[in-house]
DNA sequence: GTCTATAAAGTGATAGAC
DNA sequence: GTCTATCACTTTATAGAC
């Protein structure tokens, strides 16, 4: 023992404490990355959201890239956990409940479409990330489709693969035209159209 | 006449030079824009690329949103004239044709993916563009299906106004995954697809 | 029209007191 | 852990000589 003892009931204290933080800065971090995207939001922007001063900050993420990718993988923990409740949903109620459900939180929808686009220029910290999420989504849809054509309810045909990678790119584009026209662009109905045309009518 | 005689055959000289000037800014513009991103890229940048200063820059576009948007107008002057080949060309063949050329030039294609989701942000000079870019598409591409519609070329049940908007979603989302993935997503093949699911095979 | 010089503000990040 | 102070740099934009 080098320095005083401490209360084993006291252990816990500075860590909830830490941890409600690093849990502020990161919701700070979401909410200022989506109305400016990366580059144009700066680690002061989310200081003084999360009500503490810049270098304060940087004692829990060291850089702003770790910011930036800290607040992604937090996104991903919250959405998974929504994403486990679609298990025994088909893969069309599944997506189209999501896309529901996101209208309700348009910053979600908008850190994805600023970050992913402005992930494809030069030496952006979040290319990999995203890159890796379309990946897994297209296997993820691939399966899903793969699955429904060996059931016969798939429209003769189609291509799962291609169908995978068009459901994503039109649900990401949907998205995108939602947020310039929300009142003119209905991203659910869209995707229910979608799978109206590479599903067949059900048989029973 | 308060200054010396301006020789008649001279007098477009300047004039040709200051075109010539501005053509070089705003290619510079378009590449520094489509890797950088509005928010990313720099005048200096730009003006480096171009070669000449950020001030004499500044000369020929005073700021640096101007240099935007006159790079915004500039491609759509250029885009417009390939696209007015597409006349007398069937709605389908004219955009599967774009998009097989378009992989030729991937740095338009990464111009309006990044600044069309960085349009989204907060104060971004790009917003009224890309909505209004939008919308115009979705009329045109409305008009384009509700015409093979009355000929009885599309599946009965298909809205054209929701086949336009999910046609202009899923070909964005698609350079987004292409940007991403080149290698892997086959832009042209997925909208084939597309068009194959929404219209009916040709009766002759 | 083009330049140098510079203003005026903001950037991410570090050092070190407390 | 939190702060002030500050570094070293970049940003857009302006002033004015030539």
Redesign the interface.
Known sequence: MTTKDTPRTGRRGPYAKSEERRRAILDAAHAVFA???Y??GSLQDVADRAGMSQTSMLHYFPSKSDLLMAALQWRDDITGRADAATVGEGLMEGIVRTALYNEGIPGVI?LY??L???????GHPG?AY??AR??RL?TSYTRGIAALAAEGRV?P???PG??A??L???????Q??W???PD???VA??LR??F???LLPAED
């Open positions: 109305a400016k995207g580059r144009g908008e479409t600023v992913c686009a402005e992930s494809v220029t030069e290319r995203f890159t379309f990946e297209r429209r045909g189609v291509d291609q169908a990678t068009s994503v790119a039109l649900w990401d584009g949907l995108t035209q947020l310039l026209a003119t662009v209905d109905a869209c159209g979608y109206d045309l590479i």
